[in-house]
């Protein structure tokens, strides 16, 4: 089954990319590109920022302001800057309480989409076959560790094809990462084998001396 190998393929490297990257990262990006959208949270969140804004505007004029000779104006911001700070609290807390449930449902579509998926994967298939091996190719035994735990003898089960997929990805990823090194470190080493090496000149001239005395 074509289909099935490349989807436990698939489903391995997107969960390898998933671990790599961070759920945070992913929860972060997803908040991003969720409140560019046209949602009743995005004007929320956009709200908090104008206010946030107002609250620093209003701070530095307070700060600017002298509360003996200017009270009146000064009596006016700190009104202004208190009610400021009200409605952006406010609005923080809305935020942050729809934020924590927004991430408590990517996390668990994330975990339903990847981990569950391939749970669910293995027991659905647990019982079919992947590919089958050529006749006497190997030891009966390795046969057995091959179809673990339920799939025919002789061929490669769900499971052990799931392994060596994560297995590939995470060599594959390890000899990516390792190219990136090398190819960053190599401007490095060519600079500093550019500098010229300064020569001592006093042991130069102290030789000069001793010839000139013998």
Same mark, same amino acid.
């Given at each position: ?117 391939? !749970?669910?994967?293995? !027991? ?91």
């Amino acid at each position: 089954m074509p289909s099935l190998l490349f989807t436990v393929f698939v489903l391995q490297l997107t969960i390898h990319l998933v671990n790599t990257v961070g759920a945070n990262a992913i929860n972060e990006l997803l908040w991003t590109i969720y409140n560019k959208l046209p949602t009743s949270t995005s004007s929320d969140v956009h709200s908090q920022v104008a206010l946030r804004r107002e609250v620093v505007r209003l701070k530095r004029e307070m700060n600017g302001t002298s509360s003996q000779d200017q009270f009146a104006k000064w009596a006016k911001l700190r009104r202004q800057h208190d009610k400021a700070v009200a409605d952006y609290d406010q609005k923080t807390q809305n935020v942050q309480s729809f934020k924590s449930k927004f991430d408590s449902t990517i996390s668990i579509g994330r975990w339903l989409g990847t981990n569950g998926l391939r !749970f669910f994967l293995q !027991f659905w298939y647990q019982k079919q076959a992947m590919y089958w091996l050529p006749r006497d190719w190997v030891p009966w035994y390795v046969e057995w560790i091959l179809a673990f735990p339920r799939a025919p003898t002789g061929s490669v089960s769900i499971q052990i094809w799931g392994i060596a997929c994560a297995s590939v990805v995470q060599l594959a990823s390890a000899a990516v990462v390792a190219t990136w090194a090398l190819v960053l470190e190599k401007p490095a080493s060519a600079g500093r084998e550019k500098q010229p090496m300064k020569m001592g000149g006093g042991q130069g001239s102290g030789q000069e001396k001793e010839i000139k005395e013998l």
